[in-house]
């Protein structure tokens, strides 16, 4: 089963950058789709970036022009390079694989049930 490793996470000043990376092992990368998601304090979970086995990436509104999500297939891994941070950004931040759930739907409680979850990435920016 594939599993699926966050890093990259801590502390950055508003108008920051960040690069969180999600490496998978246990099966290749090449079949599956990866979703970014965040939980704030005291909200849900909710999706922002999305990419398909094709390359074809998605962004929630609030990261559109500032997150930019792309993969390495060979590596295995899986990047969500954040910039202009803003303090609405904080929270846990955890990759999703899916081998059957599009990135269409990504922002859906579909991907709840995707095959695999990583245990997540502390994002805090504050000045």
């Known amino acids: 089963q594939l599993q699926v490793v966050e890093s990259g996470g801590g502390l ?24 970014w998601f965040r939980q704030a304090p005291g909200k849900e979970r ?10 074809k990436t998605h ?5 559109k022009g500032r997150f930019t999500i792309s993969r390495d297939n060979p590596k295995s891994t899986v990047w969500l390079k954040m910039s202009s ?29 995707a095959d695999s979850w990583g245990q997540g990435t502390q994002v805090t920016v504050s000045s």
């Open 12 to 35: 950055v000043q508003p108008g920051g950058s960040l690069t969180l990376s999600c490496v998978a092992s246990g099966l290749a990368l090449d079949y599956y789709n990866i979703g």
């Open 46 to 55: 909710e999706g922002v970036s999305c990419i398909s086995i094709s390359g």
């Open 59 to 63: 962004y929630t509104d609030s990261a």
């Open 85 to 113: 941070l803003k303090p609405d950004d904080t929270g846990v931040y955890y990759c999703a694989a899916a081998l059957f759930l599009p990135c269409s739907v990504y922002e859906g409680i579909d991907w709840f049930e």
